[in-house]
């Protein structure tokens, strides 16, 4: 099979990691961990059951017949995000005899991710995993930057850790089988660091988005690299979001909002945030920061990867919602606004005003989408 592998250093004081990125990947992790992660101990795998149904055989390709890895299953969806479910994993790591030395690889999506990630943080107080992700916005976001954790039934990821993998494995190849859907809302992310710091991935998929939406493998890895690259750089900046790592928050104080407001049923992460992306781009323009041209460029491009779906809510829930964001400090009301096409800002002071303003020009705006 043919490989053709992009690298990506992260270089974080303390974690230096690379991510390698094509097709072709899979198989050939098993040959290469040991060497790229130095690592000499038992190797497991944590994954969900459909994924392993899909990709498992292609990984085990890498791996000698007699000394396979072993699997250990967490079931998809985000109420499996929970410290039970690490506990679980924990204790059946713990039955096989895995040690200090072990390695854990994350194999799935960006839940699987983060309670791998958060297992491997706290186990016999921290051991080495690596992650291979598995939907397009676990590759462009959630496999690289170190944040890892489950959530709260009071609210999401509020139980974490940073902890960095020794390496990250992104094959495109797997994208082939995630639900459309799920592929359109990894491009949301993808839009976003277009639009916060990279001018030329958001003219590319501006007019790329074609060849693009069917998955082109050129296309999908030109788009995948510039995105990882673009936060990796961020995170090796600002690894524990002092500022500089704010800015990846575009779209998504609102986009958090809607997500809680419907109960995270109706829509997908990335939907949300296109939604909240929406109407961070209006409210820079009422603020002044862009231009007319520039916002009909971005909502363009954000609806060209649509449709956006509809969701319900009121405005005084999304209203209330944002107030618990988790980047407002002392009662100022941050938000992370475009003043190009490819630099974002952090606006420490968005009025009530200003924000119900952008509410009611979201809701008109869900309203009138078609579905
Ligand atoms: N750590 C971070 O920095 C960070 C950043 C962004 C998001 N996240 C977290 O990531 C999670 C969302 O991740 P996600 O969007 O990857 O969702 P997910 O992990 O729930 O995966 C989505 C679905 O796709 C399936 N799937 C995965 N890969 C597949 C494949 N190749 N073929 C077919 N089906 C496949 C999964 O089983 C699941 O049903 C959230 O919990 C979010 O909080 C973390
Ligand atoms: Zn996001």
């Known amino acids: 099979?043919?490989?053709?592998?992009?690298?990506?250093?992260?270089?974080?004081?303390?974690?230096?990691?690379?991510?390698?990125?094509?097709?072709?990947?899979?198989p050939h992790v098993g040959t290469r961990l040991r060497k790229l992660t130095g690592n000499t101990g038992r190797i497991f795998v944590v994954t969900a059951p459909e994924i392993w149904s899909l990709w498992g055989n292609i990984l085990l390709a890498g791996f000698p017949a007699g000394d396979p890895p072993q699997v250990l299953f967490l079931p998809s969806g985000e109420p499996y995000k929970r410290l039970a479910s690490v506990e679980t994993l924990a204790t059946g790591l713990s039955a096989s005899g895995?040690?200090?030395?072990?390695?854990?690889?994350?194999?799935?999506?960006g839940i699987i991710g983060d309670v791998t990630g958060f297992l491997a943080a706290i186990?016999?107080?921290?051991?080495?995993?690596?992650?291979?992700?598995?939907?397009?916005l676990s590759q462009v976001d959630s496999s690289v930057g170190g944040k890892t954790g489950v959530n709260l039934s009071t609210g999401k990821n509020l139980i974490g850790s940073f902890h960095h993998p020794r390496a990250v494995f992104a094959d495109t190849d797997v994208l082939h089988t995630l639900p459309e859907r799920e592929l359109r809302a990894g491009f949301y992310e993808c839009i976003k660091a277009g639009i916060i710091r990279d001018p030329t991935l958001f003219s590319y998929m501006e007019s790329h988005a074609q060849?693009?939406?069917?998955?082109?493998?050129?296309?999908?890895?030109?788009?995948?690299?510039?995105?990882?690259?673009?936060?990796?750089?961020?995170?090796?900046?600002?690894?524990?979001e002092s500022g500089l790592r704010m800015i990846l928050n575009y779209g998504h104080t609102l986009g958090h909002a809607i997500e809680t407001v419907t109960n995270y049923r109706a829509l997908l992460h990335g939907e949300a945030v296109g939604w909240g992306m929406l109407a961070a781009t209006e409210l820079?323009?009422?603020?002044?920061?862009?231009?007319?041209?520039?916002?009909?460029?971005?909502c363009s491009v954000i609806h060209a990867?649509?449709?956006?779906?509809?969701?319900?809510?009121?405005?005084?829930?999304?209203?209330?919602?944002?107030?618990?964001?988790?980047k407002n400090r002392a009662g100022a009301r941050?938000?992370?606004?475009?003043?190009?096409?490819?630099?974002?800002?952090?606006v420490p002071d968005v009025t009530d005003?200003?924000?119900?303003a952008v509410i009611d020009w979201l809701l008109a705006h869900v309203r009138e989408a078609a579905q």
């Open 1 to 26: 099979m043919k490989t053709m592998a992009r690298t990506i250093p992260v270089d974080i004081p303390g974690a230096n990691y690379t991510v390698h990125l094509g097709s072709g990947l899979l």
């Open 98 to 109: 895995a040690d200090r030395s072990s390695l854990l690889i994350a194999f799935g999506g």
């Open 123 to 136: 186990y016999m107080r921290g051991i080495d995993y690596v992650q291979i992700p598995t939907t397009l």
């Open 211 to 240: 060849s693009i939406l069917a998955a082109d493998d050129a296309a999908l890895s030109r788009v995948i690299a510039a995105a990882i690259r673009m936060k990796a750089e961020i995170v090796t900046l600002d690894e524990r």
């Open 284 to 298: 820079s323009r009422m603020r002044g920061l862009l231009t007319q041209q520039q916002v009909d460029r971005i």
């Open 305 to 326: 990867y649509g449709p956006l779906p509809r969701f319900r809510a009121t405005a005084d829930k999304l209203f209330a919602a944002t107030a618990r964001d988790k």
């Open 334 to 346: 941050r938000f992370i606004l475009a003043e190009s096409i490819g630099k974002a800002v952090i």
């Open 353 to 356: 005003a200003e924000l119900r």
